[in-house]
């Protein structure tokens, strides 16, 4: 038989990977049989002792277009150094030259398993091996030894398994929640598949028994995810196992999907199902190897009325009134402030009792559920438990609909469900600053209930929260606040980031709008625990600060202490930069660290477009800056305050910048052709966003009483601020101040400006709006 060579490899691979009535599985299939073949071809005259095995995920006879080939070169204990080297590269390099990726690996059976009776990888790289070319009875041998060599030390295995498993869990988050998941390592993804396979390998009854009530079809969802996987990396033609929003329409269309958010749904259901039972399994064989620990219930202690422990689970007591609809919620909430989990068979039980889906609460089940919001963190996993069985669901019938819900927001980290869990979690941190906490935890948890329904969430939101709170036994004056937090949860956060602190009319807006002081505390903490819950960039410390800004000046306001502009400006802190302008001329500026933001301040001469050559400059430093105030003294001097993002172990170059901006307001430096490079230069490299954010441009004279406000929303890119500022003062504009946001792939800023010392007319907003359109589109 005359071997494959590299171009032949190139070439059929590529055609089996073009082929589309090939997806998902099917094509995995077919990839691993063609691998097979050349790898016969490839060692048909292996000499006698010699044999070649697929190992890892290749063994269990399917490839992912972008995965390793995982394949074993197994040789006698005394074949020469180079015999082994020649025979290999005559099985790689037609391989690595036809464009393919391989995990190979040669060795004796003695080095083999001096490598495999301590290295992780190694060791289940061989417990399943496939033959495919060469000696099969070397293989075979290989096989039961590799078994033999892993049960001989389950314990140090499972502690081995059970260790990389937290990290991957820690590293890549959850495969079902996130809006971005990775299919292979994170929790409920295919490693965590194979790693129950590996721990049942070592054959033990008290290892298999760990699965008991707990165990599904595990092959199925593995089988859909792998599936999935396979289409990612055929239609991106990248090694990732990260499903990112911008791939999910291609992947799913390709698998067949109606939408992306029907192929995210059925990647959650399968996930659930497969973390569902690792982290059960895993609880137990922790449990297994290292005791219940010091201080751990043991079974048959009493967690609460009706509810004892069972195997470190939280399970229904003997007394229990399991036919009330208030058990439900109290089971799962003792567990969850006990750091249990609830046991499958009290789920089970539960799902088969109990009353009708969605009659109205009576006080002690309002009262059992919110303990259940008030368990912290532990709340996530005891409601996602309880609606595995749609436990959940039958007491909140809306849940339904955002259950594993996708969000087509790279904002977002997570789905809605999980959000809006995450949001109440937080908001167990503010419960004992807010006189109601149960309206806030409540608030929490339907503040995005509207979410994935036609019409805006917002209003859906408010009209279903009427429905739940009646529902839930609240009064009407306690659901008017309900309806409050759910029309205005994000009043405070755009507010802060995107409107001019310093304007009596920003603060009077968000006074009329809450109406009292409880609203108000109740949705700065709402606010702040939906702002974390989000994403990494929807939270801050320099946010943080605009939010104690905001609420200081909206209760001041609500008690009728109300400050004027200048007194909340404090330019006292202007003071020095304005007298050394005036006594010395020229430039000055200095800067500070303050929290997590450093603070930069220019004072000038003032002259049009001073703010665009700051911010051009800033740019071209690539220093982020997320807000700006400008003042003039009245003699003329001006004076710019940005506040910039500082990144952790980054140092920004302050001595260049200052020169830089001197050779700028001298005109020695040309901002714009420095920053046409700099664009030019990045755009080669940069990857396209997975779709284009819109471009909105808002002005208004109605937003502050002595400023006119434009609010522009653009894709994110170089020198946006620059560009706008730019185009603003090419306008005759003066920027009073600015604020500066990145979400995502997409910008908002913000400015106050003037024209003349007053607003700008109406009737040039158009113009002007047209103007700074062009000006993103440069």
């Known amino acids: 038989m005359q071997p494959v060579d590299a171009a032949t490899i190139k070439r059929m691979r590529a055609h089996l990977i073009g082929d589309g009535d090939l997806a998902g599985r099917n094509l995995a299939r077919r990839l691993s049989q063609q691998a097979d073949s050349w790898f016969y071809s490839l060692g048909a005259h292996l000499p006698e002792g010699w044999a070649v095995m697929a190992t890892g995920g ?70 399943r091996v496939r033959h495919l070319a060469g000696d099969r009875a070397v293989v075979e041998t290989l096989q039961t030894h590799a078994l033999e060599q892993w049960r001989r030390k389950p314990n140090f295995w499972l502690e081995r398994l059970l260790e990389t498993g937290q990290q991957r869990w820690e590293k890549s988050g959850d495969v079902a929640s996130l809006l971005e998941p990775d299919l292979k390592d994170g929790r409920g993804g295919l490693r965590d598949y194979d790693a129950i396979r590996w721990a049942l390998a070592v054959d033990r009854p008290d290892v298999t028994a760990a699965l008991d009530g707990v165990a599904e079809d595990l092959a199925g969802p593995a089988e859909l995810l792998l599936a999935i996987r396979c289409e990612l990396h055929r239609v991106t033609g990248r090694a990732s196992n990260v499903l990112q929003l911008q791939d999910q329409d291609r992947v799913g269309t390709a698998m067949g999907y109606a939408s992306a958010d029907a192929l995210m749904l059925n990647v959650a259901g399968a996930a659930h199902t497969i973390e569902w039972a690792t982290e059960r399994f895993w609880r137990r064989i922790e449990r297994m190897l290292h005791g219940a620990g010091k201080g751990a219930l043991r079974t048959g202690a009493i967690l609460g009325p009706g509810v004892t422990v069972l195997d470190g689970e939280a399970h229904i007591g003997p007394e229990a009134e399991v036919d009330e609809p208030w058990y439900v919620f109290h089971l799962a909430a003792t567990a969850a402030h006990a750091g249990l989990p609830v046991s499958a068979q009290s789920l089970q039980v539960l799902a088969g009792r109990g009353s009708e889906p969605g009659i109205p609460w009576d006080d002690r089940t309002r009262q059992s559920f919110l303990s259940l919001l008030g368990a912290g963190p532990e709340l996530v996993g005891a409601v996602e438990a309880l609606e595995r069985f749609d436990l959940f669901s039958r007491f909140v019938p809306e849940w339904r609909h955002v259950r594993s819900l996708p969000q087509r927001n790279a904002f977002h980290t997570y789905t809605v469900d999980r959000h809006l869990l995450q949001t109440v979690a937080n908001a167990n941190e503010y419960v004992r600053q807010v006189q109601r906490p149960d309206l806030l935890l409540a608030g929490a948890l339907l503040h995005d209930i509207g979410k994935g329904l036609p019409g805006d969430h917002t209003e859906v939101g408010m009209r279903m929260v009427v429905t739940i709170g009646e529902r839930m ?111 010395h001329g020229g430039m000055h500026l200095e800067h500070e660290a303050d929290g997590g933001f450093e603070v930069l301040r220019i004072a000038s001469t003032d002259r049009s477009g001073l703010f665009a050559l700051i911010a051009g400059t800033l740019s071209l430093h690539s220093v982020e800056v997320i807000g700006a105030e400008a003042y003039t003294s009245p003699d003329g001097t001006a004076v710019d305050e940005l506040r910039i993002s500082s990144v952790p ?25 420095r920053l046409a490079q700099r664009i030019a230069a990045r755009s080669r490299r940069r990857p396209s966003a997975a779709a284009t954010p819109r471009r909105e441009v808002l002005i208004s004279n109605d937003a502050s ?42 910008v908002v800023d913000v400015f106050y400006v003037t024209a003349n010392g007053v607003k700008v007319p109406a009737q040039g907003h158009d113009d002007l709006r047209a103007r700074l359109k062009l000006a993103l589109d440069d």
Do not use: C
């Open 473 to 583: 036994g609240y009064s009407a004056d306690e659901i008017d606040v309900l309806v409050k937090l759910v029309q205005h949860h994000l009043l405070l956060s755009e507010t802060a980031t995107r409107r001019d602190l310093s304007d009596p009319r920003t603060w009077a807006n968000v006074a009329d709008a809450v109406g009292n002081l409880q609203v108000l505390e109740l949705l700065d903490a709402l606010s702040r625990a939906d702002s974390m819950a989000t994403g990494p960039s929807a939270w801050s410390s320099w946010k943080a600060v605009l939010f104690d800004d905001l609420v200081d000046r909206t209760v001041a306001h609500l008690l009728g202490g109300g400050r004027s502009t200048e007194q909340q400006r404090d330019i006292s802190r202007y003071a020095p930069l304005v007298a050394a302008v005036q006594q």
């Open 58 to 127: 290749y063994a269990r006879g399917v490839l992912s277009p972008g995965s390793d080939i995982d394949v074993m070169l197994i040789h006698p204990q005394k074949a020469r150094d180079g015999q082994v080297r020649e025979i290999a590269e005559q099985l790689w390099y037609p391989f690595w030259d036809g464009g393919l990726k391989l995990g190979p690996a040669a060795h004796s059976e003695k080095s083999l398993f001096a490598l495999t009776s301590a290295d992780l990888d190694t060791a289940t790289a061989v417990l």
């Open 649 to 673: 172990g980054a140092v920004v170059p302050w001595q260049r910048i200052e020169h830089d901006l001197r050779a700028a307001l001298d005109g020695e430096l040309d901002i714009d052709a």
């Open 705 to 746: 009483d002595q400023t006119t406000m434009i609010d522009v929303r653009a894709p994110d890119g170089p020198a946006v601020l620059y560009r706008l500022s730019h185009e603003l003062a090419a306008a005759g504009l003066d920027i009073r101040s600015a604020k500066v946001a990145t979400l995502g792939h997409e």
